[in-house]
């Protein structure tokens, strides 16, 4: 069990370590292309990554992450790679006449994606979004257009947990 903050940092850095040396693993592999995972999918990283010896116990993640789905926080470790989600908003970059603000919001979410795996749709109205208009989404884009970039992250955050 781990006894204090500093053995919770020791914890988080080795779960972070092995997420990274095993990011050909085939579920890890998935979350970071923007593939669904199935349970058994999942329950196979657990089963290594929760090893009850260095990486600890699924008690310990817990303890350490709360309840946040393992998925999501793979992702936020090894980030949504960038042709994952370029392809995700392709056929929205393909479809529109998009001007220059809107094109560099998009390429603002994949640049975000990409770092952190997953984004919260309440922050398409926080920066760096609002860099580009302090309306953030809604400024940029009129609502239909808007309904369906949401619905891109939310595809794209779905997929980092088990449906």
């Known amino acids: 069990p781990l006894a204090n903050a500093n053995n919770g940092e020791i914890y988080r850095k080795r779960v972070e370590r092995f997420i990274r040396e095993n990011k050909f693993h085939i579920t890890v592999s998935k979350l970071s292309s923007n593939q669904p995972i199935t349970a ?5 990283l657990e089963d290594i990554l929760f090893d009850g010896g260095e990486r600890g116990t699924k008690e310990d993640y817990v303890k350490e992450f709360g309840n946040e789905p393992l ?11 960038v042709e994952a989600a370029q392809a995700a908003f392709s056929e929205f970059l393909q479809a529109g006449n998009l001007s220059a603000r809107q094109m560099s919001f998009i390429q603002t979410i994949i640049n975000y994606l990409t770092k952190n795996g997953t984004i919260d749709t309440a922050m398409l109205f926080e920066s760096p979004f609002t860099d580009i208009n302090d309306q953030g989404l809604i400024g940029v884009f009129d609502d239909g257009a808007s309904h369906k970039i949401v619905s891109i992250v939310e595809e794209i955050n779905g997929n980092a947990v088990v449906g």
């Open 71 to 81: 998925g999501v926080f793979i992702r936020s470790i090894i980030g949504l790679n």
């Open 40 to 44: 058994g999918e999942l329950k196979a």
